[in-house]
Each structure stands twice: as C-alpha cells, then as structure tokens.
C-alpha cells in the first residue's frame, strides 16, 4: 500500500542522511538528526521547485500575479507538500478512521489522484462531512500503474457505497488523476449509479509533467497520449463540473483542465496539493454538493 511504501522510504531516507551525519562527516547525535531533517526538507523543496518551473515554462496565459501572492503560492504549496508526504499519507491510520456510511439518497465519493491515496482528501472529507454529507473514499494501488486497471477497483467501490447507503446513485469528486480514472469508468460501465462528475484540477487534455514522471499512467497522462485521444472520444453523459486552477504546477497548460461538455468554473490561486486544503475552493466544491442535495 502507499502509506507502507512511504513510510518504509522516509525511514530509509532519514537512515541515510543519519549514516551520512556520523559517519562521515562525524557529527553528534542532535547535529546528525538536524541534518537528517534538513535533508528531508531540502529533497522535498527541490521537487516542488521543479513542478514550478514546468508550471512557468509551459503556462496558459492567466493574470500575473504580484510578487507577494506568488510568494506566498509557492509557500503554502511547498508546506501542503510536506504535510502530505511527510505526515498525512505515511501515517495514515492515525488521520482517516474508515468511512462513515450510513444510508444517504445521494453519497459522495472522492477519488484521488496521482501517486497519493485517499489520505489527501482528509480535510475536505471533514468538511463535507460537517455540511451533513455521506462521504466515502478508496486507495487505489498499484500507484504506477495504467488508469485503466484502476477502474475496477473504483468499480467496487461505488457499488460498495451504493449498496451500504442504499443509494441508486452517488457523485464522483476526483483530484487529478482520478478525474481520467473515473472518465474511464464511465465510458466502460455507464452512468447508472453516478450523478454528477466533479473534477479538481483533472489533466483532461494531458499535462507536460506527466513527461518526467513514474509508471505506466504517467505515460497516459503525457498530452496528445493514445489513451487520451481514446477518451478524448467517449463524451461524459452526465452533468460535469469541472473545476480549474489557472495557476496549477502539476497541470500544465493549465487550459488542459477544460472538459469538453463539462461547467468550466476557475479557481482561487493555490498549488496542486494546496487546493486541497484551502477554505475558499472547499466552500466552491461545497457549493457544488448543495446545488446537488437539493435536487433529493
């Protein structure tokens, strides 16, 4: 699973840097372990800096931020950044207990993006759950593997959801990646018990990151894709919303997050990881689920 592989890796990683610290540059135990996370905080620094650069060098035209706001872009990415990888996902027992399913006419169920698992959607889990929704969640694995081995698995599921909640039908909201994953679904499997599509951020027309990195859906992912121009065919049959950062560093061009058929709604400024904390793009996805639950 993916909180076990990070986990075992940061372990790994922080052995590394503290074998480094003693034994070769013969540190103390306290200068060691300051070195070991300065390690872990540069390594990961240097990775949000190049989805930055990617975001800069092949951006779709957008109003320029000032300084300050990119500054503090750049900041709240690279600290969402940490608390993901770091925290939240490596120790992910500790932060998302099981989904609490009771029976719910219209169900919410997140699906993740790229490299993560469902630990990314622990804040925004509490706050649908707050505004009185019923939310589930899934990991899918392997995490580099093809989108389209992931669609059984998202396939089980929703019909897992549906049957503990007595629901006929539940919205999909997916983050990246799972955006594609849950077009597959669809297009193999029909809308008979999804709703509505929500996408966050979602590469629906590839994004140039994609190029750099791991595993077989990276390659789908890399624009103009075989797999992309396949689904690029398949029209989404079911009221779609998709939710696009003009700023992201993940999805670039960001205009590649348009859905054809789908509501375009821009987003607030926020990183690729960061949107999934911040209030103001909650309160948006929120407003989405209501305009959805006054239709039961």
Sequence with gaps: ???????????????????????????????????????????????????????????????????????????????????????????????????????????????????????????????????GHTVATLSMVPAYTSMGKLVPQLKQRIEEVCQATGAKQLTLVAHSMGGLVCRSYLARHGIEKVAKLITLATPHQGTELARIGLGRNAREMEPDSLWLRDMASEAVKVPALSLRNPYDNYVMPQDNQRLPGAKDVELPAAGHVAMLYKRQIADILLAACRHEGKNR
């Design 1 to 131: 699973m993916i909180p076990l592989s990070l986990f075992i890796w940061i372990c790994l990683e922080t052995s590394a840097y503290l074998a480094v610290a003693r034994y070769f540059l013969h540190f103390d135990w306290p200068a060691a372990s300051i070195f070991a996370l300065g390690g872990l905080l540069a390594l990961r620094a240097s990775m949000v800096a190049r989805t930055w650069r990617y975001a800069r060098r092949f951006a779709s035209p957008a109003p320029a931020l000032p300084v300050s706001a990119r500054a503090r872009l750049i900041i709240e990415e690279y600290l969402a950044f940490l608390f993901t990888f770091l925290l939240l996902t490596p120790l992910e027992r500790l932060w998302m207990p099981a989904d609490r399913l009771r029976p719910e006419a219209h169900p919410i169920l997140l699906v993740h993006g790229y490299g993560v698992s469902r630990g990314c959607w622990w804040s925004l889990r509490r706050r649908l759950e707050a505004a």
